[in-house]
């Protein structure tokens, strides 16, 4: 069965770095793409950006341009989200979601993980 | 950016009776080319990660109930509940992912309670 399963809860400090993983199993890792999308405390869902892991092309949202980057480990079905640069608005549950090659609605997402940027 | 807006932000029926639930986008998620609508529907329950419902506007995902069905084209869309259950209490969220590079973005959510 297809699963994301993503790395445990983090706690970093205003302008530290985070890296979440988030490792793939139960398909063709290829053959779909990977997007992170995030939720802040009892807020909405948010887009950060795609990657295929097809070919490693992304695309990020605008607003993190410069703050974030998405690669994937083909090797291990592992794909991979650095967040730069935290500041308290960035604290926020952290997901995964794969979509079929560059279609962006999510059939499988992983089970979260929250980031905490505080002080 | 293709902005989505809900309506209502919050909602509550009575058990067995219908919701729905409306999204706007600011612009067409139709194309043209292919005539689909680009514009998918999900479902959050507390704590967990949401749960695709309806993709292309209309086609519904792979063991969702059939109570659940989508509607529109263009830029106006429905999510109707024909029967709502107590399993059905959640949050529910339009997307679009009409976009080339890939990008999406998702309506500010609709809360669903029974009344």
């Known amino acids: 069965q297809v699963q994301l399963v993503q790395s445990g809860a983090e706690v970093k400090k205003p302008g530290a770095s985070v890296k979440v993983s988030c490792k793939a199993s139960?398909?063709?890792?290829?053959?779909?793409?990977i997007s992170w999308v995030r939720q802040a405390p009892g807020q909405g869902l948010e887009w950060m950006g795609w990657i295929s892991a097809y070919n490693g092309n992304t695309n990020y949202a605008q607003k993190l341009q410069g703050r974030v980057t998405m690669t994937t480990d083909t090797s291990t079905s592992t794909a991979y989200m650095e967040l730069r640069s935290l500041r308290s608005d960035d604290t926020a549950v952290y997901y995964c979601a794969r979509g079929q090659w560059e279609l962006l609605y999510f059939d499988y997402w992983g089970q979260g993980t929250l980031v905490t940027v505080s002080s | 950016d293709i902005v989505m807006t809900q309506s209502p932000d919050s909602l509550a029926v009575s058990l067995g009776e219908r919701a729905t639930i409306n999204c706007k986008s600011s612009?067409?998620?139709?194309?043209?080319?292919?005539?689909?609508?680009?514009l998918a529907w999900y479902q959050q329950k507390p704590g967990q990660p949401p749960k695709l419902l309806i993709y292309?506007?209309?086609t519904r995902e792979s063991g969702v109930p059939d109570r659940f069905s989508g509607s529109g084209s263009g830029t106006d869309f429905t999510l109707t509940i024909s029967s709502l259950q107590a399993e059905d209490v959640a949050v529910y969220y339009c997307q679009q992912y009409y976009s080339t590079p890939p990008k999406c973005s998702f309506g500010q959510g609709t809360k669903l309670e029974i009344k």
């Open positions: 292309w506007a209309s």
């Open positions: 612009q067409s998620v139709l194309y043209s080319s292919n005539n689909k609508n680009y």
């Open positions: 139960g398909y063709t890792f290829t053959s779909y793409g």
